[in-house]
């Protein structure tokens, strides 16, 4: 599963995307978001806040209690600022 | 009938004025054009934006605004929506939006629709950058995304 970072949540951590192969009982968006913490402080610190994030699975817009059913990629950025 | 539609990221600076000509130059012939320039603010130190996306979820969700539009707010309406990428210096647009319909209450309804929505839906994040050379990324507004 790929997974990709943006903004703060990408200077955090200090890279944009990573591939990774969670256990199967990570099953949630919540989940990996819980599981990756534990990867480095940088990843504790950026993805530690749920209320500060958003998600995105295969590239449409989630809540964190989506299921990740097979997704292939997996975002986590802060609230988007566009426009 | 379905109206032209116009949707793109920039890398360049973007040209509001030759952005219409174009738009001009290809649309289908309705009776008013609505438009709305987004620039960088003069907010507190700042001297430009650098604006961030998600390539590929960015445009696929730029190119659902049309469609969400014209199911609201008529068929037959000619759209553009640009949208800078990359550093934008104090004052230069940002994004672009025009919206013609035959009449303008459709035109106005249509061209709000599309800012709004592009502020909730698609993937972008700014980061400031200040005269003093600091810089930090921009937090949306309490209440919602900007």
Redesign the interface.
């Known amino acids: 599963m790929k997974v ?1 970072y ?3 949540v990408r ?1 955090t951590i200090g890279q944009d995307a990573e591939t990774v192969s969670p256990p199967p009982e990570v099953a949630s968006v919540d989940d990996l978001r819980r599981w990756l913490c534990a990867r480095g402080p940088g990843h504790a610190q950026a993805l530690g806040e749920p209320a500060r994030l958003r998600a ?1 699975l295969d ?3 989630v809540g964190f209690d989506a299921p990740l059913a097979g997704a292939a990629e997996v ?1 986590f ?7 | 009938m379905s109206g032209l539609t116009l949707t793109r990221l920039s890398a360049e600076p973007l040209d509001p004025m030759a952005e219409w000509a174009a738009f001009e130059g290809r649309r289908t012939g309705n009776g008013a054009v609505v438009s709305f320039l987004g620039q960088v603010r003069a907010d507190d130190g700042v001297v430009a934006l650098t604006l961030e996306h998600y390539p590929g979820m960015t445009e696929r969700r730029l190119e659902a605004l049309p469609g969400a539009a014209r199911a609201r707010h008529g068929a037959d309406l000619d759209l553009l929506v640009v949208h800078r990428v990359g550093r934008v210096d104090l004052g230069q647009p940002i994004v672009l939006v025009l919206a013609g319909a035959p009449h303008r209450d459709a035109a106005f309804a249509a061209c709000r629709f599309l800012i709004d929505r592009l502020k909730a839906e698609v993937p972008f994040w700014k980061y400031v950058h200040r005269a003093d050379g600091a810089g930090h990324w921009l937090a949306p507004p309490r209440g919602g995304a900007g």
């Open positions: 990709l943006f903004a703060w200077t995105a590239q449409e817009h975002a950025f802060p609230p988007i600022t566009g426009g």
